[in-house]
């Protein structure tokens, strides 16, 4: 997941911001890919990602457009669900904006943390 730091100076409480974004869907990535699930990230118009389970590989794939939908396919790859993160939103706590109802056991102490930085 890419944070900016350089090129420019940025307001630090954007890098705060994009740190505690990074965080959570960091924390997210590990509990669906721990429940068994791969996953692969839908980069809006630029395509779908392959499908992995290998962390380093979702996360390097975040965060290069405004939103991103991590797909979430069953140990078959048969399609499970989505999570879809929204970057830049408050302080980067509501960076899970929506997922499909069925990941709520995997994402609850996600969710959790995500509270507790409010």
Same mark, same amino acid.
């Given at each position: 997941?890419?944070?900016?730091?350089?090129?420019?100076?940025?307001?630090?409480s954007?890098?705060?911001?994009?740190?505690?974004?990074?965080?959570?869907?960091?924390?997210?990535?590990?509990?669906?890919?721990? +429940? @068994?699930?791969?996953? +692969?990230?839908?980069?809006?118009?630029?395509?779908?990602?392959?499908?992995?389970?290998?962390?380093?590989?979702?996360?390097?794939?975040?965060?290069?457009?405004?939103?991103?939908?991590?797909?979430?396919?069953?140990?078959?790859?048969?399609?499970? @669900?989505?999570?879809?993160?929204?970057?830049?939103?408050?302080? @980067?706590?509501?960076?899970?904006?929506?997922?499909?109802?069925?990941?709520?056991?995997?994402?609850?102490?996600?969710? +959790?943390?995500a509270?507790?930085?409010?």
């Amino acid at each position: 997941m890419t944070i900016i730091t350089t090129a420019y100076a940025v307001d630090p409480s954007v890098t705060r911001r994009q740190r505690i974004e990074q965080r959570i869907a960091s924390r997210a990535v590990s509990a669906l890919l721990n +429940a @068994g699930y791969i996953l +692969a990230v839908s980069m809006g118009d630029e395509g779908k990602q392959p499908k992995t389970r290998k962390k380093t590989e979702i996360m390097r794939d975040l965060g290069e457009c405004d939103e991103d939908r991590v797909m979430v396919y069953n140990p078959d790859k048969t399609p499970n @669900g989505w999570v879809h993160l929204v970057y830049g939103n408050d302080n @980067g706590e509501t960076v899970i904006c929506d997922y499909t109802t069925n990941l709520e056991p995997q994402l609850a102490a996600v969710n +959790a943390y995500a509270e507790t930085l409010v």
